[in-house]
Each structure stands twice: as structure tokens, then as C-alpha cells.
């Protein structure tokens, strides 16, 4: 019987694209596999015994897509078009930014470099091609719930994304891939990377792949939870490009690693080298936490300051009192009455009250990330005075 392998090969043309890093296993046969049956990234179904279960995912997940582009997209792209300047650097920072890569494509999408960090995998993307199917079927209801969650209330779950550290569904690769399908982007590569101690990135051959096989990566945070696939698949770099552009468009990089960014992790790590080697950035935070609020957050938070050139946060992201003191200021939109994580947040939410009601109300039609204590939407910038 035929297999959902058939994709790899029946299915869709593959076009490859020369290697800037032929050291590297470049995963783009899996990668395009994953961005048509999990990303729903085309219209026709696949062929195969499957392509029924793919249809019905793929049936709800365009439904989610359609009311993510009527909810957010439309009213946040005109938003952050008329909001953003032009002339901010080309390289984006998401710290804490699981499942990210869709709304900062929408708030930054001049860029030619997305940095995404968090908790999650990548994900080993060579498993869907092989799940019977049963196990594809609740791989996909899984995904759909998580993404599905993300793409109506742009926000994710701890919880929902977690349940992707294991099974044939990549965690971060997917939706990664649901971004492009989102904005009309395709992938034209993938590389499995390592941040080496300087700073630089090593991609991974497919002997060093191999050979890290039955290395199992475990948690990065004690509440987190273990991956069931090879550490090799933590960390990736997806490049992109424009759907049905020739090859000579321009090529976007995605790159996502999996890093705990408390003081104890960051404190000499070569991420943190990395980070400071892009020079200055535009950054992204969203859903965070509040982490940004805490002491032992505090490297992060000093990075951030002495090397960003504009932020688009939620409440999660900087206070004033850091703000100020690093000689920026905050313009705030929506309303914000307290941190619902956080039981109020204390004087460190107080303070963020204060700083909405200093200013004159801006309205703010769309979530971004977390709502208040009370359910509303809100929305900071942060800049230089």
C-alpha cells in the first residue's frame, strides 16, 4: 500500500537551491513535504493512502488561516505600516518567541533575518513521511489545536506547544512553515545548526547528524518537557523567499534556537556572543511571561537595551523604570489595568498603569499577545527618546 512517502517524490516538484553552506544537510525534501500537508500550503491534497486525513486537517487549518488574516493581519498590517519607521535595521530579535515567526513577519516584514529563541525544538523533520495512520491523524489534531489557538488569538499556550516536543509533527519547523503558507512565502532550505562558543554557527552534515542519532534532547527548563527526538533537530535555519519568485529573489533567513535565557544559561554563552555580533536589531516580544520583569532575566534584558533600535511588545516586554534608564521611551496603545499571570504584577505592573494613563488613549482593534487582567488589548513601543 501506498505510503504518505509518496509525497517526497509523486506529489510536487522540488526545486533545489544552491548551498551557501554545503557542509551542511540541507532537509529541504522533508521541509517541503511538511509545508504542503501540515502547513497546508496548496490546494490540491496529496497523493496517497493519507490524503484524506491531510484533507480534513487541512479543511480546518485554512478556516483558522482565513480568520487569522481577517483578525490580525489586515487590521495589524495596516496598523504596524503606518506605525513602524522604514529605516530600522534588517534583523529581527524574538526572544521567548515560540511559534513566532507569523506575526513578526506582520510587524517587521522589511526584514531579511528573523532570530526567534525559546524553550521549544525545531524538530526532527524527517518523521511525517513515515507515521502510519493513526498516529498522523492525532499528530495533525494536535498541531491544529495549537495552531490553531495561535492563528485566532495570536498568542500560544506553554501547554499546547509543549505537546509538540514529541511525535511526527516538527514543533518550531511547523510553524515556521505555517508562516510562509500564511504570508506567501516558500521554504528553499533547511539546516540543522549549533551556536558555536564565539558566537558563529555551525551547521550540522549529515554525518554529525547521524552520529548525535540516539541523543535524545532533554529539557531546557525543569517545568518544560523532554523531546522524544535527536538534539541535532533543537536548532534550525530555514531560508525563505517569495512563493513562485525565480531564483534570483531575494532569499529571507529564519533562524529559531532553542536556548534558556535566564542569567545562568546566557551568562558566556556563545547565544549571547551571537546576539551581539548582529549588531543592532528591531525586536519583538510577545507572551513572555513577564520574564523581562525579573532579575535573573537580567542579561537579556541589559542585551536588549544596549543593542535594540525599536520594540514592539506587549505588556511582557520592558518596564519604564528600565526603559528610562537606558534612555528610551514608551508609547503605549489599548489599555492595560494589570498582569493576569502575575496575580496584578505588583508595583511593576502599577507602574506600567501609570505609564498608560500618563498618555492619551490610542486605539488598538487587534490582540498582541497577552490581554490584560481584564481581557483588553495593548500594545507598547519602545524607542529611543
Not at 151 to 165: A, C, G, K, M
Not at 190 to 206: A, C, E, N, V, W
Not at 236 to 258: C, N, Q, T, Y
Amino acid at each position: 500500500m501506498l505510503r504518505l512517502t509518496i509525497l517526497y517524490t509523486a506529489a510536487f516538484t522540488i526545486l533545489f537551491v544552491s548551498s551557501a553552506h554545503p557542509e551542511g544537510r540541507d532537509f529541504i525534501r522533508e521541509a517541503r513535504l511538511i509545508f504542503r500537508a501540515v502547513a497546508c500550503a496548496d490546494e490540491a491534497a496529496p497523493a496517497g493512502i493519507y490524503a484524506s486525513t491531510v484533507r480534513t486537517h487541512c479543511r480546518e487549518m485554512r478556516a483558522h488561516i482565513e480568520k487569522y488574516r481577517n483578525n490580525f493581519m489586515n487590521k495589524a498590517g495596516l496598523f504596524f505600516a503606518g506605525l513602524v519607521p522604514a529605516d530600522l535595521p534588517h534583523r529581527v530579535v524574538i526572544p521567548f518567541g515560540g511559534g513566532d515567526l507569523l506575526p513578526a513577519l506582520v510587524v517587521y516584514p522589511y526584514a531579511s533575518e528573523y532570530t526567534t529563541i525559546s524553550l521549544e525544538g525545531a524538530g526532527d523533520p524527517r518523521r511525517l513521511g513515515h507515521a502510519d495512520r493513526a498516529r498522523l491523524a492525532a499528530a495533525l489534531e494536535a498541531f491544529r489545536s495549537s495552531a490553531g489557538l495561535m492563528l485566532l488569538s495570536n498568542d500560544s499556550s506553554n501547554r499546547s506547544i509543549r505537546t509538540l516536543e514529541r511525535g511526527p509533527v516538527p514543533n518550531q519547523l511547523a510553524y515556521a512553515l505555517i508562516a510562509l503558507a500564511v504570508t506567501g512565502y516558500e521554504p528553499v532550505s533547511l539546516r540543522f545548526i549549533t551556536i558555536q562558543p564565539d558566537g558563529r554557527i555551525h551547521y550540522l552534515s549529515g554525518a554529525e547528524i547521524d552520529a548525535r542519532e540516539d541523543v535524545r534532547g532533554r529539557r531546557l527548563k525543569q517545568s518544560w518537557v523532554d523531546s522524544d527526538y535527536s538534539v541535532a533537530f533543537r536548532s534550525m535555519e530555514l531560508a525563505f523567499r517569495k512563493k513562485g519568485a525565480d531564483a534570483s529573489a531575494p532569499v529571507i533567513i529564519h533562524r529559531h534556537i532553542a536556548f534558556n535565557l535566564d542569567d545562568r544559561h546566557l551568562k558566556g554563552s556563545g547565544l549571547l556572543a551571537h546576539l551581539r555580533e548582529k549588531g543592532r536589531v528591531a525586536v519583538m516580544v510577545k507572551g513572555a511571561s513577564y520574564l523581562l520583569w525579573m532579575d535573573n532575566f537580567k542579561l537579556l534584558r541589559e542585551y536588549l537595551l544596549s543593542h535594540m533600535a525599536y520594540m514592539v511588545s506587549d505588556s511582557t516586554g520592558i518596564l519604564p523604570r528600565h526603559a528610562r534608564q537606558a534612555g528610551f521611551e514608551e508609547i503605549t496603545y489599548g489599555r492595560f489595568s494589570g498582569a493576569f499571570l502575575t496575580n496584578n504584577g505588583g508595583a511593576d505592573a502599577a507602574s506600567l498603569r501609570k505609564l498608560w494613563r500618563s498618555q492619551p488613549y490610542r486605539p488598538l482593534d487587534f490582540r498582541f499577545g497577552y490581554s490584560d487582567i481584564h481581557g483588553y488589548n495593548h500594545l507598547m513601543i519602545t524607542r529611543p527618546k
